[in-house]
């Protein structure tokens, strides 16, 4: 497969005019090389991961974190000046869907409100809103014109007009229009674009965490259990009042703490993010709770996801990818399981 295609597909679902402004999602670093046969998938650009993936024979590295947010040069030999060794060497590429997959809610983000089975589902911060869009398609013969209906028909969040025997209107969510498109060309080549017109409305939101309501209420013993199947950690920080039961709950990958206010405020009686801090542990409104399962868990199992999904979008005749596991930082117990001597 073509990089260049290969990044296409990336971007459908991880969209990177919809990363926060502050962030660096998209390319991190050119390669050379045209093709793809071996796509490596992982949590962190970290020296160990890309020497591994190279090793594997990874023309193309797809991460979450970005190499570095700030431009710089690499003046100094450490991890960023390595990566770099590493990746330009090469000739391959390195690509971070950042905050650009971090509100890819209906999707890899969204994992854990599959898993949980959440209902009445809504963002707990709305960052922006994607347009839909109008276009209008003319098919060769009126006999084409019905397998295109059938095709649009079945595209989630999309409507079909037929205007008359040889034209189309098609209102889709903007970044549904490659996967449609490529399923009108499959099942008529030799349809064509007459015109596109972005609509104010409709527009789908998008933005970062859910909010939403359990199928049926779960003793909090039992969520924690629950969590400590789903995620790759063994270990929980919780503040706030315990409940016995949940009925709502909401969750952020990564570092959302600061979003707790916002779960709260939509009825969450559980948050469940990473990176909390004392002043936001101290603001826990009597009743409800955070469960800081860090940074790591959330997003290497996204990650993870996101690295199955592209399976199923690039098909057959798609890239080999291998999803390589990383490392939580941070560890429940010393090595020996003892804490070390008090030293004055």
């Given at each position: 497969m073509r990089v260049r295609e290969l990044i296409g597909i990336v971007e459908r679902t991880a969209d990177p005019r919809l990363a926060a402004s502050w962030d660096r999602s998209g390319l991190q670093i050119a390669g050379t090389v045209e093709d793809c046969r071996r796509l490596a998938v992982a949590l962190d650009p970290l020296p160990s991961f890309v020497e591994q993936a190279l090793d594997w024979g990874a023309e193309c590295l797809l991460v979450h974190h970005p190499l570095t947010l700030t431009p710089r040069l690499p003046d100094r030999v450490d991890d960023y000046h390595q990566v770099l060794r590493l990746?330009?060497?090469?000739?391959?590429?390195?690509?971070?869907?950042?905050?650009?997959?971090?509100?890819?809610?209906?999707?890899?983000?969204?994992?854990?409100?599959?898993?949980?089975?959440?209902?009445?589902?809504?963002?707990?911060?709305?960052?922006?809103?994607r347009?839909?869009?109008?276009?209008?398609?003319?098919?060769?013969?009126?006999?084409?014109?019905?397998?295109?209906?059938?095709?649009?028909?079945?595209?989630?969040?999309?409507?079909?007009?037929?205007?008359?025997?040889?034209?189309?209107?098609?209102?889709?969510?903007?970044?549904?229009w490659p996967g449609i498109k490529a399923a009108?060309?499959?099942?008529?080549?030799?349809?064509?674009?007459?015109?596109?017109?972005?609509?104010?409305?409709?527009?789908?939101?998008?933005?970062?965490?859910?909010?939403?309501?359990?199928?049926?209420?779960?003793?909090?013993?039992?969520?924690?259990?629950r969590l400590g199947e789903l995620l790759p950690r063994t270990f929980f920080t919780v503040a706030g009042a315990l409940p016995d039961r949940v009925r709502r709950l909401a969750y952020c990958p990564?570092?959302?703490?600061?979003?707790?206010?916002?779960?709260?405020?939509?009825?969450?009686?559980?948050y469940i993010t990473g990176d909390l801090k004392y002043h936001q542990a101290t603001a826990v409104p009597?009743?409800?709770?955070?469960?800081?399962?860090?940074?790591?868990?959330?997003?290497?199992?996204?990650?993870?996801?996101?690295?199955?999904?592209?399976?199923?979008?690039?098909?057959?005749?798609?890239?080999?990818?291998?999803f390589f596991p990383g490392n939580d930082p941070f560890s429940a117990h010393f090595p020996d399981g003892v804490l070390p001597p008090r030293t004055e």
């Open positions: 990746v330009l060497g090469r000739g391959a590429w390195l690509y971070a869907a950042h905050t650009s997959l971090d509100v890819a809610t209906d999707g890899p983000a969204g994992w854990l409100a599959e898993a949980l089975g959440l209902e009445e589902r809504r963002l707990v911060e709305e960052a922006g809103r347009p839909h869009v109008q276009t209008r398609l003319r098919v060769p013969a009126a006999a084409d014109r019905e397998r295109c209906l059938a095709v649009v028909t079945d595209w989630p969040r999309c409507s079909v007009l037929p205007l008359d025997a040889l034209h189309l209107e098609v209102i889709h969510p903007e970044t549904a009108l060309v499959a099942a008529c080549p030799g349809i064509e674009i007459v015109s596109t017109l972005t609509l104010a409305a409709p527009a789908d939101p998008y933005g970062y965490g859910l909010v939403g309501t359990l199928p049926e209420p779960m003793p909090f013993s039992r969520l924690r259990a990564g570092s959302g703490a600061d979003m707790a206010p916002l779960a709260f405020a939509a009825g969450a009686e559980v009597p009743g409800r709770c955070i469960v800081d399962v860090g940074h790591f868990s959330l997003e290497e199992v996204m990650l993870r996801v996101f690295a199955r999904d592209l399976e199923t979008s690039f098909g057959k005749g798609g890239p080999q990818i291998r």
